[in-house]
């Protein structure tokens, strides 16, 4: 990044390892946000488009939705600053926190495309030849297999006036989302309704015999999540496990784009062993050669990283710079990073001094 003005940030320039995890640290105003998410994303996003525009030997990438600005990441015109080596990054992605989905419409099976799968092997079953069924059968977001009262929601949105809506369960369908003819269809003794109803872990084992289903859940199990069940509801997944399934989906979807994933406080609302997982997925994204940028003031996750940029030295007018830059070790070391104090303990605590990083040297 050269010469970067934004917020109280002015004129800064700095390295940012790729193919590696980087951790941003600092106290809370020192700058971290505005200078990932304020300046880094929607420059990077900008220069992508420009470049894949121009470029024809792939004039389809243009429309790739993680390009996209939304309307948090216009480009400030107040910002200014420049990014070099961009081209070695063709994607970046900011993964939060938000919901997978916002209706009862949403869920894991269908986000992480498991579920089109799912719909493929019922159509071959042969009770659903008989009856000419479809995969688009077994899709409730269509008519034909869905139950009409709920639109193959499995709830009626009951809107509230003042209050926010309420969804109460279908009296047709019971919450199972299709109707009686889609649901006579059964593979292992089991409809479309019972498999949206098993767990990440049950649907494993029932699939067991069926590699591309298999293993897809196998990466949400491996993450932590084979408690969800494969139809639940995105609006009550928290945070966190919402989170994780996007990351699933990455692994689950091959990216052959090197891509640049970008997150806010991962460890926001996180049980120790749920950062241990996620950590698990991101190295697993590291390891395919994508990189990863990381704004964390948990030193569980600090720790971890390869690189770490601590900025600071206090938020405000005091902030915006650099204090410090280099592996953990590094930080740790460094008298003037406020951060590298509590981290040096931390590392001292763990006898893990002796870590290798994925960074050169050179850094």
């Known amino acids: 990044l050269k010469n970067v003005n934004v917020h109280n940030i002015k004129n800064l320039s700095i390295d940012i390892p790729l193919g590696c995890l980087v951790g941003i640290s600092g106290v809370s105003g020192s700058g971290k946000s505005s200078l990932i998410f304020d300046f880094l994303l929607p420059k990077l996003k900008e220069k992508i488009n420009i470049q894949q525009t121009f470029d024809k030997r792939a004039p389809q990438e243009i429309d790739d939705a993680s390009l996209n600005l939304t309307d948090s990441e ?5 910002v200014s600053g420049d990014i070099e080596n961009f081209q070695l990054i063709e994607r970046v992605i900011a993964i939060n926190q938000s919901p997978i989905g916002r209706t009862p419409r949403s869920n894991p099976a269908t986000y992480t495309s498991v579920f089109t799968d799912i719909r493929e092997l019922f159509a071959n079953v042969t009770q659903a030849k008989i009856l000419g069924f479809t995969p688009a059968r077994f899709s409730f977001n269509v008519a034909g297999g869905r139950c009409e009262k709920c639109k193959g929601e499995g709830y009626i949105k009951v809107e509230m006036q003042f209050l926010p809506d309420v969804y109460v369960l279908c009296e047709t369908c019971a919450g199972k989302r299709y109707n009686e003819s889609t649901l006579s269809v059964y593979y292992k003794d089991k409809n479309i309704a019972d498999v949206l109803n098993m767990s990440v872990d049950e649907a494993y084992e029932f699939f067991s015999n069926v590699p591309k289903i298999k293993n897809k ?5 491996d993450i932590g999540l084979g408690y969800i069940k494969l139809g639940q509801n995105a609006t009550t997944l928290s945070g966190g496990e919402a989170q994780r399934i996007k990351l699933a989906k990455e692994l ?3 990216q052959n784009k090197k891509t640049l994933y970008l997150f806010d406080e991962p460890s926001r609302g996180l049980h120790p062993d749920d ?4 950590l698990q997925v991101i190295n697993r994204l590291i390891d395919n050669g994508h990189s990863v940028i990381i704004i964390e003031h948990d030193l569980d996750i600090l720790k971890s990283a390869d690189y770490i940029i601590d900025m600071g030295t206090g938020g405000g007018d005091k902030g915006g710079k650099v204090v410090a830059f280099g592996t953990p070790q590094d930080i740790a070391k460094n008298p003037k990073s406020l951060t590298g104090k509590y981290l040096k303990e931390k590392l001292e605590e763990l006898n893990v001094f002796n870590r290798r990083y994925r960074i050169s040297k050179s850094h």
Do not use: E, T, W
């Open 275 to 278: 950062i241990k997982k996620l």
């Open 252 to 254: 689950i979807i091959p």
């Open 74 to 78: 216009i480009f400030d015109s107040n």
């Open 217 to 221: 859940l196998g990466i949400l199990k």
